[in-house]
């Protein structure tokens, strides 16, 4: 395990480059987030450990950063400001293009994986934005009417993204749909939602709603997506059934989960991070033999997925987790408000 020291600012987000298998960039913030600067790290992985190559200080905190898809160089911020930065790594001190149209905080920026020219922001403020890195205003804004923490486009689509916020929803937006009264949005889908009814279990009531912090992806699955939150259960829905409910619900963490990524090297395994101060890594299930017993021992369990095993380095809560795209299939890196950044193999920790 290798560790990096985030002096003086507590980690919010931290990404492997899509570029190199050996740089990092991490989002942290003076003070927890709550008043004072942020700053960008680049991190390089060297054979003498973790090296801070460059770093960018901003006037505001720092909350989430996305790696450019077409740029290996650029990486684009979401400050506490409402503002959204994009730095060239190969430049000094200054940002190269600065966007100010979010009212709150902006808590997410995600690259889009397929068309590579476009990246999407999400904000307290119920918004999600589209911009090109290329213009000075957005390009297309997404009402959610809700805080919305997480933001992302489908990593099997351009015109796909979605979204969770803070009243509960999953919500999927379609651009190639006709914006008319909806602004593109195709779903919008209750993660409280009860789970469908198994035969030997009473029916299931659902959950009262909670705020949603995360979500994510499948990489392989075209149609599958994990969220979590407050109420500290990872669902997993397939938004070609979005009244079934959940097809998936993994219990375990102790408190919200702040972050969940699903694996790009094996299409059941994904990995959580969380305010009990736990990274976790399970199945949801649905590969092949994998599960065993449903719910083995708790109500809440669906799907036949569990957890694989926990890295509990961490001594304050766990913001941010991603998975290195190269080299072995378990590599992953962490940060959280303990000012620090864990670069870490899953694989040690399966079974623990």
């Keep these: 395990m290798l560790e990096f020291r985030t002096q003086g600012f507590n980690g919010y987000a931290v ?11 991490v989002a942290a913030s003076a003070n927890f987030g709550l008043v004072g600067n942020g700053r960008l790290y680049i991190l ?14 901003t006037q505001d905190s720092l909350y989430d950063l996305s ?27 200054f940002p190269v293009q600065s966007w100010q149209e979010h009212k709150r905080e902006v808590f ?11 990246f999407c922001s999400s904000s307290w403020d119920g918004c999600i934005k589209i911009w090109s890195p290329q213009r000075s205003d957005s390009l297309l804004t997404l009402p959610t009417h809700s805080c919305t923490y997480s933001a992302a486009y489908s990593p099997h689509s351009p015109s796909i993204l979605s979204a969770v916020s803070s009243d509960s929803h999953l ?11 909806s602004n593109h949005l195709t779903l919008s889908i209750p ?65 919200a989960v702040r972050k969940v990524a699903w694996s790009p090297h094996l299409p059941d395994v994904l990995l959580s991070a969380s305010y009990d101060m736990t990274c976790r890594v399970w199945t949801d299930g649905s590969a092949l033999g994998v599960g065993g017993e449903e719910g083995r021992g708790n109500p809440m369990a669906l799907g036949g997925g569990r957890e694989l095993g ?43």
């Design 310 to 352: 926990r890295m509990g380095r961490h001594t304050e809560f766990v913001i941010g987790v991603d998975w290195c795209l190269f080299g072995a299939e378990g590599w992953c890196a962490s940060c959280g408000w303990d000012e620090r950044v864990l670069v870490w193999d899953v694989r040690a920790i399966m079974g623990s």
């Design 15 to 25: 990404k492997y480059s899509p570029f190199f298998d050996s740089r990092l960039a």
């Design 44 to 57: 390089g992985l060297t054979a003498n450990g973790i090296v801070a190559e460059k770093w960018f200080d």
């Design 171 to 181: 919500r999927i937006f379609d651009l190639r749909t006709p914006a008319s009264v």
């Design 67 to 93: 790696w450019s898809e077409a740029h290996e160089n650029q990486v684009v911020v979401a400050a506490g400001d409402g503002s959204i930065k994009l730095f060239d790594i190969g430049l000094d001190e």
């Design 191 to 255: 993660l409280h939602a009860p789970a469908p009814s198994r035969p030997g279990y009473p029916p299931q009531s659902g959950t009262p709603p909670t705020e949603a912090l995360t979500h994510d992806w499948n990489k392989y699955r075209d149609s599958i997506i994990a969220a979590a939150g407050v109420d500290r259960l990872i669902r997993t829905f397939d938004i070609r059934s979005p009244g079934q409910g959940p097809v998936a619900i993994l219990p375990g963490h102790d408190y």
């Design 108 to 118: 997410a920026v995600h690259w889009n994986l397929v068309g590579k020219d476009t």
